[in-house]
């Protein structure tokens, strides 16, 4: 696997791209009628024409007039880190792909990866694919020049796009020089004119059933759960906690983030009960987390003090012979060392986000925290038989209503508090076994 572009700061996360409201406004205003333009002057291709969709078939060699008219694919995974892990899964889906065709005819099929410095760490994670690229959509300009130049030393014969709502994304691939494009037709956004080829976006199943559909459309068989390369984890040194320890993960990025995290005084009765229950406690985050993290872990230490429970001084980075019981690594880790870190915790408390998917991933007991997001949309895929717990309010309760991430009401009610300290305590003492009072 090869990476072309600046992979970021080693040993840190970069904030992601997706929570500046102001690109996000530019997007909207300014991307639709560029793309109705692009699309008025550029032809639609259809390079594979009839045969983008034949019933499906498990046997290779009848799908074989398809699959060789594939030997270079792109993939555009410009959206949060969620979605990066969840696209795993297709990635996983082509491998198969590949292998079939290459046992068939002997051709090899190429996959290149377009991605964002925000997602390059989380990239080391994944395999089954040849290189990847790094976009900087957060300069237009740039990154229109940098995809340009891409595809033409790495040229590809479809592009898959797996952003759902960002016009940035449809726009570069409109105009990147691939042979044929391919995305989402995602009802109200208004992105879909330029695509060779269109996939409807659903809101009623999983957004990896969305992404199974695009390779779908290009009738390959899809199936396979996010997947993951555990030998990159192994080769990251194991953090030196000095006991068993719990990984919690109270931060949420993107449009009105607050609305889906859990109240601080929730997080700290929590974390009172798993210390006095012989647990130690690792807060993760990134970079835009670190204050608050630092914060939450002064407020443990002192609630801890407070009700006579013995607590060492903690420490906010990650550093040779630390044996304190709380710690922060929010902003001082990268997704490899998160990785490690969660692989070797005994749970993980997450709110919906990255970490969490990254949690069920890796089969690690998850409680999953969802107010306003839908767990049937975007809740953990479990690869594991630790099956994820998710607490929360459901649509009968006014919650599990975001589809994309930022359709909330005018006035949103705030509904994390609904989820008790008890109900996560017990999850972990009845699901997972642990040792709770």
Request: proline share 7%; charged share 15%.
């Amino acid at each position: 696997m090869s990476t072309a572009g600046d992979g970021g700061r080693k040993g840190q996360q970069i904030p992601a791209e997706r929570g500046k409201a102001v690109l996000r406004r530019l997007d909207r205003w300014l991307g639709v009628p560029l793309l109705y333009l692009i699309a008025l002057f550029r032809p639609k291709k259809s390079l594979l024409g009839a045969q983008l969709h034949p019933p499906l078939s498990a046997d290779p060699s009848t799908r074989l007039t398809d699959e060789v008219t594939i030997k270079r694919i792109g993939i555009c995974v410009f959206a949060a880190v969620g979605d990066a892990l969840l696209a795993s899964a297709i990635l996983a889906d082509l491998k198969q792909f590949r292998n079939q065709i290459q046992a068939k005819t002997g051709e090899q099929i190429s996959v290149t990866v377009f991605s964002t410095p925000a997602n390059a760490e989380v990239f080391k994670l994944i395999s089954n694919f040849e290189r990847i690229v790094l976009i900087p959509i957060t300069s237009p300009w740039h990154a229109l020049q940098t995809m340009r130049e891409s595809i033409a030393e790495f040229p590809v014969d479809v592009l898959i796009d797996t952003s759902q709502w960002s016009k940035i994304s449809a726009i570069l691939c409109a105009l990147s020089g691939a042979k044929l494009t391919l995305g989402f037709n995602t009802p109200g956004q208004y992105r879909h004119f330029a695509y060779d080829v269109l996939v409807p976006h659903s809101r009623t199943v999983h957004e990896i059933d969305n992404f199974r559909a695009l390779l779908k459309s290009l009738n390959i068989l899809t199936g396979a759960l996010p997947e993951l390369d555990l030998m990159s984890i192994e080769q990251v040194p194991q953090h030196p906690m000095s006991k068993p320890y719990i990984v919690l993960h109270p931060w949420a990025s993107g449009t009105q983030f607050a609305m889906r995290e859990w109240p601080i005084n929730s997080w700290l009765e929590l974390g009172q009960r798993l210390v006095s229950a012989g647990y130690a406690i690792m807060i993760t985050g990134g970079p835009d987390d670190t204050k608050r993290a630092a914060d939450l872990v002064q407020k443990l230490n002192a609630s801890l003090a407070s009700a006579n429970l013995s607590a060492s001084a903690s420490r906010n980075v990650v550093a040779p012979q630390v044996s304190a019981q709380i710690i922060s690594v929010a902003g001082s880790v990268n997704w490899l060392e998160t990785a490690r870190i969660i692989n070797q915790a005994e749970a993980v408390v997450a709110v919906n986000t990255g970490t969490m998917h990254l949690a069920a991933i890796l089969g690690r007991p998850l409680v999953a925290l969802h107010g306003p997001t839908n767990p049937a949309r975007w809740g953990p895929l479990a690869s594991g038989t630790a099956i994820p717990i998710i607490l929360g309010p459901g649509l009968s309760e006014g919650g599990a209503y975001l589809h994309l991430g930022s359709e909330y009401p005018k006035e949103p009610a705030y509904l994390m508090d609904q989820i008790s300290p008890d109900a996560v305590i017990r999850a972990l003492k009845s699901n997972f076994g642990l040792q709770i009072a």
